[in-house]
T-cell receptor, first 114, second 112 residues
Framework: TQLLEQSPQFLSIQEGENLTVYCNSS?????LQWYRQEPGEGPVLLVT?????EVKKLKRLTFQFGDARKDSSLHITAAQPGDTGLYLC??????????????FGRGTQLTVWP | EAQVTQNPRYLITVTGKKLTVTCSQN?????MSWYRQDPGLGLRQIYY???????DKGDVPEGYKVSRKEKRNFPLILESPSPNQTSLYFC???????????FGPGTRLTVT
């Protein structure tokens, strides 16, 4: 059972297009993190969101945390070939027996063609 | 330089031969964890540790052991590796699960 459902799994677009990646769950999270991973390397943090409804921007990337802290989205404006990579969301549960855990989505492999 | 190191980076072994993958961090982080990454399955947590001598199971702990005798080290032990443990393994450290995770470079393990 995947606690965090990430979609789409694959995304292949042309340079200049916009895209959105979704990360959904039925569980409440104390924080939601987005990572990017290049082939042969470990994931690197892009952003952490902690407050329901929070929106953070990182240049052309916009991250949003749902009001109920159960879901998040990553929107990229005018994608560039340098955005190509595997995008992963990760959530730390808010309470209960899984308090020390960190759950990852299955990832979205983004390819941006010139 | 702040970093998480893992060794070895690549390992090919045979079924049943005990092995240890080491993980070390120099950031004085309390929280350390091990993940395996398989195509289409994302990162799955194997074990995590909230502090020295405190470890707990993640999603897929079967066939693995860990120990946390020192704050900086968190080795992953496969007592009797099997082919279904062929995977890419990552160690990570942080101040806690809701903080930025710093990942090691990964260990690609093949069990034949």
């Amino acid at each position: 059972t995947q606690l965090l459902e990430q979609s789409p799994q694959f995304l292949s677009i042309q340079e200049g297009e916009n895209l959105t990646v979704y990360c959904n769950s039925s569980s409440v999270f104390s924080s939601l993190q987005w990572y990017r991973q290049e082939p042969g390397e470990g994931p690197v943090l892009l952003v952490t969101v902690v407050t329901g409804g929070e929106v953070k921007k990182l240049k052309r990337l916009t991250f949003q945390f749902g009001d109920a802290r159960k879901d998040s989205s990553l929107h990229i404006t005018a994608a560039q070939p340098g955005d190509t990579g595997l995008y992963l969301c990760a959530g730390a549960p808010d309470r209960g027996s899984t308090l020390g855990r960190l759950y990852f989505g299955r990832g979205t492999q983004l390819t941006v063609w010139p | 330089e702040a970093q998480v190191t893992q060794n070895p980076r690549y390992l090919i072994t045979v079924t049943g031969k005990k092995l240890t993958v080491t993980c070390s961090q120099n950031m004085n982080h309390e929280y350390m964890s091990w993940y395996r990454q398989d195509p289409g399955l994302g990162l799955r947590q194997i074990y995590y540790s909230m502090n020295v001598e405190v470890t707990d199971k993640g999603d897929v702990p079967e066939g693995y052991k860990v120990s946390r005798k020192e704050k900086r080290n968190f080795p992953l032990i496969l007592e009797s590796p099997s082919p279904n443990q062929t995977s890419l393994y990552f160690c990570a450290s942080s101040y806690g699960p809701k903080y930025e995770q710093y990942f090691g470079p990964g260990t690609r393990l093949t069990v034949t």
